[in-house]
């Protein structure tokens, strides 16, 4: 391949991989619970993931949805007090504030052999200077045909800030500047190249 079209090619590619990392940023959280039974014994214990899609700068902007999903693993499980085949949790009503949400997954099923996620979909209508989200599941204990509500919540808020969209963004790799740069270095590329082959051509 001539190596302007290679060297084009391969800035194509980092300008895009850059804008579509700006765009789809994510904020993760991990939070371990642990059950115990009345005489104090380790009953069971589950992992929760939160996956929040935010702006590449981990903000919210006003009238854009985001996904938030909360994917949830049984890490242990007490088998001396559980029947490891019959036993598993249903979570529901997954929850982070108390603005209205979109429920995409509204429950799931997790055991020892099957990870759950729930997912929800937030459209921001109001105009905070910064969101709190306080995560929240309800969820069923099933075992040997018995069953037993319960519930879940994080006790360490995750906040994300407002951006309005007329606000401009800081950094340094906007579109508009990246795809500047772009066109200065291809046509430097390009004019560097022209010379180039004339002098070779030169006798």
Excluded: C
Aim: proline residues 4%.
């Amino acid at each position: 391949m001539n190596p302007t079209k290679l060297l084009a090619l391969l800035l194509s590619v980092i300008v895009f991989s850059s804008a579509i990392s700006m765009v789809n940023a994510t904020i993760t959280k991990e939070y371990e619970y642990t059950s115990y039974s009345g005489s104090g014994a380790k009953g069971f214990s589950f992992r929760v993931r939160i996956v929040i899609e935010t702006e590449g700068d981990n903000t919210w902007m006003e009238d854009k949805s985001y996904r938030i999903d909360f994917t949830v693993t049984l890490t242990y499980l007490n088998q001396s007090i559980f029947t490891p085949n019959e036993f598993y949790l249903l979570f529901y009503s997954a929850s982070v504030f108390s603005f209205q949400t979109e429920k995409l997954v509204n429950s799931t099923k997790v055991d020892l052999w099957r990870d759950g996620t729930l997912s929800l979909k937030f459209t921001n209508y109001v105009n905070v200077e910064r969101f709190q989200l306080n995560p929240y599941l309800q969820y069923e204990i099933h075992d040997r045909n018995e069953k037993l509500n319960a519930w879940w919540s994080s006790n360490e808020p995750i906040y994300i800030d407002f951006k309005s969209s007329s606000t401009p963004s800081p950094s340094l790799l906007s579109p508009e500047l990246i795809f500047m740069a772009l066109g200065i270095v291809l046509g430097a590329v390009l004019i560097g190249s022209y010379f180039i082959i004339r002098t070779r051509k030169k006798p």
